[in-house]
């Protein structure tokens, strides 16, 4: 089931738990805009290339919208759509004033030179500059992008309308970037878990977790997938809680150690050799087997897709954490749910890196910045929250969850829209 029609089928779920009008219901699954731009770049060898560049802007009845632009071959306007709904209700859940939108250009970043990705990315700024903005949609990094590419929007932006550093999140500090934000996602995935295992008696010490993360190499710049290299920093957290990473796999391979992989000396080696494979500290196993080794909690933070019905009786974990987009299959959501295994959905447990980027754009409008500690407060103050909130759904409504999460974003969505009057 593809991107777009599972997340389709959550939210049409969470619409009919919450009784909402099917006008409404309609009206809140269309996209608010779409666009669709040809990028045609010199390359380093002065041939033309051209790629095809996506923005979709989903939804903005409570604020600017927001979400990243990723450089990956398979950007596809479904995948692409599908995300820009996610963020609507992820910003809801988070209940930070933001809408959704997501935007992608579809290219190997691996493929093409800095010079030829910085040429890339200042023609589809061009392309979309009067679409974007400080008060109308707020990009960031995603996969295959970093806090280069949003200097280079921000420069290409600020040519047209001024200095204009609120006008995307994930820079460097040295440009307006927040302190806390490289680590914001894989920080929210610890504080989310730490929610999650505290409902259940349990705390992260002495659990066992299985990390699956994805790896791109960006012209020889190493960064894990999802903006805030999520899956690495929710390991180095979660160990220094005291939780065990017992398997850890990535796009060049994957380890294994039953009594806990050192995270500290796992980054150092894969800094050095571009990936997990070779690490002394672990055993290799086949990549595929990742997410059905024996553990207590499993965190994907790779692509979506990735628990499906061909290995959902399989796994093992008791909890699994979605430090990735849509990495659940719903048919392999029903399938978990049957053995007991309790899912922390994607629009909750990933959305630090969305709250810490709402800080800093309320940095860059104050021009006003926080100190690191204030940021990690405020985001655990967030989370908490969130979680408390997604829980009270889960009571109204006697539902799971995802469902639970669902209800909560959809439903404030659906009052600020109709607070606005939708139907004039």
Same mark, same amino acid.
């Given at each position: ?7 389709? +089928? ?37 041939? @033309? ?36 709904? @996610? !963020? ?33 990315? =200042? ?19 995603? !996969?295959?992008? *970093?806090?280069?590419?949003? &200097? ?35 920080? *929210?995935? @610890? ?110 933070? &790779?692509? *979506? *897709? ?62 006003? !910045? ?14 908490? +929250? ?8 889960? =009571? ?18 659906? +009052? ?9």
């Amino acid at each position: 089931m593809n991107a777009l029609v599972a997340t389709n +089928r959550n939210f049409k779920l969470a619409a009919r738990l919450l009784g909402l009008d099917s006008k409404l219901e309609k009206s809140l699954l269309i996209p608010f805009r779409e666009i669709k731009v040809e990028c045609t770049i010199p390359k380093d060898d002065g041939t @033309l290339a051209s790629f095809v560049g996506f923005r979709i802007q989903h939804d903005n009845a409570r604020g600017p919208m927001k979400g990243g632009i990723r450089y990956h071959p398979e950007v596809d306007p479904d995948e692409v759509n599908a995300l820009a709904q @996610l !963020m609507t209700w992820k910003t809801a859940v988070a209940n930070i004033p933001y809408g959704g939108a997501k935007g992608g250009i579809g290219c190997n970043p691996g493929d093409l030179s800095i010079s030829e990705l910085e040429r890339l990315t =200042r023609v589809f700024t061009q392309k979309i500059h009067d679409l974007i903005g400080i008060h109308a949609d707020v990009p960031a990094p995603d !996969m295959g992008t *970093g806090p280069q590419t949003m &200097a280079w929007i921000l420069d290409e932006y600020s040519k047209f309308h001024g200095h204009s550093p609120a006008v995307v999140t994930g820079k460097p500090i040295d440009l307006g970037g927040s302190l806390g934000r490289d680590a914001a996602t894989g920080r *929210g995935v @610890l504080f989310a878990t730490e929610a999650l295992l505290n409902e259940h008696g349990k705390n992260i010490a002495g659990q066992r977790f299985v990390i699956q993360v994805q790896v791109y190499t960006v012209s020889g710049y190493i960064s894990f997938q999802g903006f805030g290299n999520v899956g690495s920093w929710a390991a180095r957290l979660i160990g220094e809680k005291g939780g065990k990473i017992v398997a850890v796999s990535d796009i060049s391979g994957a380890i294994k150690n039953s009594k806990g992989i050192d995270v500290p000396s796992l980054l150092k080696h894969v800094k050095e050799h571009r990936g997990v494979k070779g690490f002394s500290g672990g055993d290799s196993i086949d990549s595929n087997s990742i997410l059905i080794e024996d553990c207590d909690v499993l965190i994907p933070a &790779a692509l *979506g *897709g990735v628990i499906n019905r061909e290995n959902a009786n399989d796994i093992k974990a008791k909890f699994i954490i979605e430090a990735a987009n849509h990495p659940t299959d719903p048919e392999a959501d029903e399938i978990l749910s049957k053995k007991g295994v309790v899912i922390l959905p994607d629009i909750y447990a990933n959305s630090g890196g969305v709250t810490v980027s709402y800080f800093e754009w309320v940095q860059n409008i104050q021009g006003f !910045m926080w100190d690191e500690e204030k940021v990690n407060n405020e985001l655990k103050t967030y989370m908490t +929250r969130g979680f408390k909130d997604v829980k009270e759904m889960c =009571r109204t409504h006697n539902c799971d969850l995802r469902m639970g999460a669902f209800t909560l974003g959809v439903n404030r969505v659906a +009052r600020a829209t109709v607070l606005r009057g939708w139907e004039a």
